[in-house]
Every structure is written in C-alpha cells, then in structure tokens.
C-alpha cells in the first residue's frame, strides 16, 4: 500500500514539474491552480482502510470581487474546483463554488457544492479475499483552506495548501496538505 502510494505521490511530482516547466513557456496566465498531495480521514471506518490518502485538485479563478473596506491589501475573487481524494475503493470527488480572499503571499478560501462519493459497505473494510460492495452517493460537500504562495523566481507560481474537506457523509471528511502550481 506504501508503494501504491509513494508511487502516486511520485506521478503527482513528474506531472507538476512538467506542467510547471511548460508553464514558464507560456505568457498569459490561464487561472487554472493543479494541486496534489495527501488527505488525512478523521473518521475512524476510513482510517481503517489507510491513514494517509492521495489526493490531488485543480481549481480555476474566475472573476475578481468588489470588496469594501479592504485590509491587509486583500483582494478576492471566486473559483470553481474540481478534486479527488481516495485510497483503495473509497473516493471522494467534490466540485465547489469557492471563494478566495488573498494578501500578498497567504490567502483563504471556504467553497461549497456537491460531493461524488464511493465507500465499501459500512465498517468494512475490504481485502482482495472478499472485496466488498461499493456504495456510491452525490452529497452536500464543502471546503475550508488556508495557503501560502511562494515567491516565484523562476516564473512559475507555486504554493503549499492545507485544506478541510467536509461532506454530508462523515466518512469522507478531512484534511489535505497540498503542494501545487499555478498557470
């Protein structure tokens, strides 16, 4: 399981440095954020099939916002966002409505939307003996997240993000540490 793991991790790294290196190629921006890295159930049943997930996103900026009384040089804007989190045959998918308020190098972001989620049956945790029913479900899900935007010196923006992930079926809820870049 470490392996499939580490493998994923290591895939999730490739893609990111070759996006990164064809995104100093380019010269206008296209406001779309690829992220990946681990999510972390708080849920004991999901902690059973593994305490450490893959999980991986891509989020795309759409208009800025008007905001009154700005402190702190802040500015806003909203997203949409796409991502997957899963090990073995439990999953999660969420698609949210983001928005995202950001200083010089931190921003926050609190989205919500719907949650595609595939989990084995209840309290069982599956072997390759008996692999267990999937049960699949489209749910109220949600996000809070707080992240730190690296200085760019070589043109291409990247960021380190934790993020809570929230849905109507608990067994899917908890956090994320991301490391991604922005095109």
């Not at 440095?17 to 690829?34: D, E, F, L, R, W």
């Not at 966002?81 to 200083?103: C, H, I, M, Q, R």
């Not at 029913?133 to 809070?144: I, Q, R």
Request: proline residues 4%; contains cysteine; negative net charge.
């Amino acid at each position: 399981m470490m392996k499939t793991l580490g493998h994923g991790v290591a895939a999730a790294t490739l893609a990111l440095c070759v996006a990164g290196t064809a995104n100093a190629q380019m010269s206008k921006p296209s406001n779309i954020s690829v992220r990946a890295g681990i999510f972390s159930p708080t849920d004991s049943d999901a902690r059973d099939i593994g305490n450490t997930w893959f999980a991986a996103g891509l989020e795309w900026k759409g208009g800025d916002l008007e905001r009154s009384g700005s402190m702190m040089n802040a500015h806003a804007h909203w997203s949409i966002s796409v991502d997957w989190y899963g090990k073995d045959d439990a999953s999660a998918v969420p698609v949210l409505f983001n928005y995202v308020e950001k200083t010089t190098n931190f921003y926050w972001s609190a989205g919500i939307g719907f949650a595609f989620n595939s989990i084995p049956g209840s309290g069982y945790v599956p072997t390759e003996d008996a692999p267990g029913d999937k049960k699949t479900s489209t749910k109220f899900g949600y996000s809070l997240a707080l992240g730190w935007d690296a200085p760019s010196n070589n043109g291409t923006p990247w960021f380190v993000e934790g993020r809570y992930f929230g849905n109507a079926q608990s067994e899917l809820n908890g956090f994320g540490l991301y490391v991604g870049i922005r095109f």
